[in-house]
């Protein structure tokens, strides 16, 4: 059974920084694509961060525009866990964040993740 668990979330002052970490079970996180994905109160879920599978473009990473120099997102295969690095937090950067997976092993869109997580909240006081 696919599970992913994320912890990590809570409440931290603009220009703080959290790691969120997405424990994975019942498959290796080298064999999926993990993505977290992000959705503010209003909003539709949006993509964070992805990084890809061992068997497509070796474990490449891609960023979101509002992510790119803040964020870094890295993979653990012994213990099979994804963090989610995020540094400079912005109060529009407030949301829950989900960890999910893609079993393409492609970081494609936010519709084509088939496992998710329960959520952390993340919220940035300004």
């Known amino acids: 059974q696919i599970q992913l668990v994320e912890s990590g979330g809570g409440l931290v002052q603009s220009g703080g920084s959290l790691r969120l970490s997405c424990a994975a079970s019942?498959?290796?996180?080298?064999?999926?694509?993990i993505g977290w994905v992000r959705q503010a109160p209003g909003k539709e879920r949006e993509g964070v961060s992805c990084?890809?599978?061992?068997?497509?473009?070796?474990?490449?990473?891609t960023y979101s525009d509002f992510a790119k120099g803040r964020f870094t997102i890295s993979r653990d295969s012994a213990s099979n866990m994804v963090y989610l690095q995020m540094n400079n937090l912005k109060s529009e950067d407030t949301a829950v964040y989900y960890c999910?997976?893609?079993?393409?092993?492609?970081?494609?869109?936010?519709?084509?993740?088939?496992?998710w997580g329960q959520g952390t909240q993340v919220t940035v006081s300004s």
């Open positions: 019942g498959f290796g996180v080298v064999f999926h694509s």
């Open positions: 999910a997976a893609d079993g393409s092993g492609l970081c494609q869109t936010v519709g084509d993740y088939g496992y």
């Open positions: 990084i890809s599978s061992n068997a497509n473009s070796d474990g490449s990473t």
